[in-house]
T-cell receptor, first 111, second 114 residues
Framework: TQLLEQSPQFLSIQEGENLTVYCNSS?????LQWYRQEPGEGPVLLVTVVTGGEVKKLKRLTFQFGDARKDSSLHITAAQPGDTGLYLCAGAPWRGNKLVFGAGTILRVKS | DTEVTQTPKHLVMGMTNKKSLKCEQH?????MYWYKQKAKKPPELMFVYSYEKLSINESVPSRFSPECPNSSLLNLHLHALQPEDSALYLC?????????????FGPGTRLTVT
């Protein structure tokens, strides 16, 4: 069974601070997706990383896929209250279409 | 268009009622999914349809019955639910045959069973 360990589970920071969320596994994934979800809404796809060592930037968000394709990180620079939400990482297996989700990180950015 | 729509947005039903949740996508995706999500937890996979055929049933109780009438529509029929079935029900779709399996989620149906 493939597992994705996501940390931290909860993060409460002040506006302007930086933060990093981690997803780690002993399994290799073909790709990894990051989603952000606001209360009462569905998850919104932020990015997909595919190549080992890949780094993608989305404004103040930086996503990295580990060289061995077993881990990923999300770094937010100068967090804003609008970044508040549940962040989910999800690994795609080499076969089949069943994503493996991390437990999620609840981020609260206070103004 | 990367939109997945779900209706209704909210649903309150008694334990003896029969209701249906509906999902629609027009992205040409041939895989569609039903997930159940409790507050502050990741989505839990319930069913997967691939090319309109049920390919995965995650041992979901028979009081949940999925249906895929065509490549754009996905329904979830509900009957004799329990209060513990109250949750956010999410529909998602993805292309088939790619290595990324990016899934696009709808806004969900907030279900309350009384």
């Amino acid at each position: 069974t493939q597992l994705l360990e996501q940390s931290p589970q909860f993060l409460s920071i002040q506006e302007g601070e930086n933060l990093t969320v981690y997803c780690n596994s002993s399994s290799v994934f073909s790709s990894l997706q990051w989603y952000r979800q606001e209360p009462g809404e569905g998850p919104v796809l932020l990015v997909t990383v595919v190549t080992g060592g890949e780094v993608k930037k989305l404004k103040r968000l930086t996503f990295q896929f580990g060289d061995a394709r077993k881990d990923s990180s999300l770094h937010i620079t100068a967090a804003q209250p609008g970044d508040t939400g549940l962040y989910l990482c999800a690994g795609a297996p080499w076969r089949g279409n069943k994503l493996v989700f991390g437990a999620g990180t609840i981020l609260r950015v206070k103004s | 268009d990367t939109e997945v729509t779900q209706t209704p947005k909210h649903l309150v039903m008694g334990m003896t009622n029969k209701k249906s949740l509906k999902c629609e996508q027009h992205m040409g995706h041939r895989a569609m999914y039903w997930y159940k999500q409790k507050a502050k937890k990741p989505p839990e996979l319930m069913f997967v349809y691939s090319y309109e055929k049920l390919s995965i049933n995650e041992s979901v109780p028979s009081r949940f019955s999925p249906e895929c009438p065509n490549s754009s529509l996905l329904n979830l029929h509900l009957h004799a639910l329990q209060p513990e079935d109250s949750a956010l029900y999410l529909c998602a779709s993805s292309p088939v045959g790619t290595s990324t399996y990016e899934q696009y989620f709808g806004p969900g149906t907030r279900l309350t069973v009384t």
